[in-house]
């Protein structure tokens, strides 16, 4: 089984819609969680972190569930601009050294 | 913003001969990061340093790689003889606090021939 799994999509979608993209990550011990943006042929950036409440910022919603280690992603009002692949991340930082991407999940917004 | 920096941005190299790819970190990270991603493929771990040497690494990491920080900024990534296999986009990242999240560099597109 894959550390970190992901639909890979890819998803393509009319420019409002609202797109959910899910991530199930196998360890436990994991720590700490992120979404990442990667446009293509670019660096991965970082989109926001995951907290166990939950969290917001602007249009993009994350939420954690460590009981069923499990982490989503929620876009609203989606925009062409948002068009990307979007990259669950998971961080081990009982080992700070390594941090584990998915394989990621390709959003396709159409006008 | 401080940001991490990577040079070159694109290298063509024949198979068998060496590499070294460099990256600047921001300068007061602690944690120093390789990575690399085949063309379609998921990013992948490479190897972690931490108080000048190596804290952990992948089984892609073998004998060919090695990493330095050989002055207070340069981050290296050396690989001794390339194989074809080893074209990929190869990034470096830095980070603050092992709480913290890593910065990506632009990565440097390697592609030996």
């Known amino acids: 089984r894959k550390e970190v799994e992901q639909d890979p999509g890819p998803f393509n979608v009319p420019e409002g819609a609202t797109v959910a993209f899910n991530c199930t990550y196998s360890?436990?011990?994991?720590?700490?969680f992120f979404w990442y943006r990667q446009d293509c042929r670019k660096e991965p950036k970082l989109l926001m972190s995951?907290?166990?409440s939950g969290n917001e910022d602007g249009r993009f919603t994350a939420q954690l569930n460590r009981a069923s280690q499990y982490i989503s992603l929620l876009i609203r009002d989606s925009k062409l601009s948002d068009s990307a692949t979007y990259l669950c991340?998971?961080?081990?930082?009982?080992?700070?050294?390594?941090?584990?991407f998915g394989s990621g999940t390709r959003l396709s917004i159409r006008p | 913003e401080p940001e991490v920096t990577q040079t070159p941005s694109h290298q063509v190299t024949q198979m068998g001969q060496e590499v070294i790819l460099r990256c600047v970190p921001i300068?007061?990270?602690?944690?120093f990061y390789w990575y690399r991603q085949i063309l379609g493929q998921k990013v992948e771990f490479l190897v972690s340093?931490?108080?000048?040497?190596?804290?952990?690494k992948s089984e892609i990491f073998d004998d060919q790689f090695s990493v330095e920080r050989p002055d207070g900024s340069n981050f290296t990534l050396k690989i001794r003889s390339t194989k074809l296999e080893d074209s990929a986009m190869y990034f470096c990242?830095?980070?603050?606090?092992?709480?913290?999240?890593?910065?990506f560099g632009p990565g440097t597109r390697l592609l030996v021939l």
């Open positions: 995951v907290y166990s």
């Open positions: 990242a830095s980070m603050g606090t092992s709480q913290e999240t890593q910065y």
């Open positions: 991340v998971v961080n081990r930082y009982s080992s700070a050294s390594k941090i584990i």
């Open positions: 300068s007061n990270h602690l944690y």
């Open positions: 360890n436990s011990a994991s720590q700490s």
């Open positions: 340093f931490y108080n000048n040497e190596i804290s952990e």
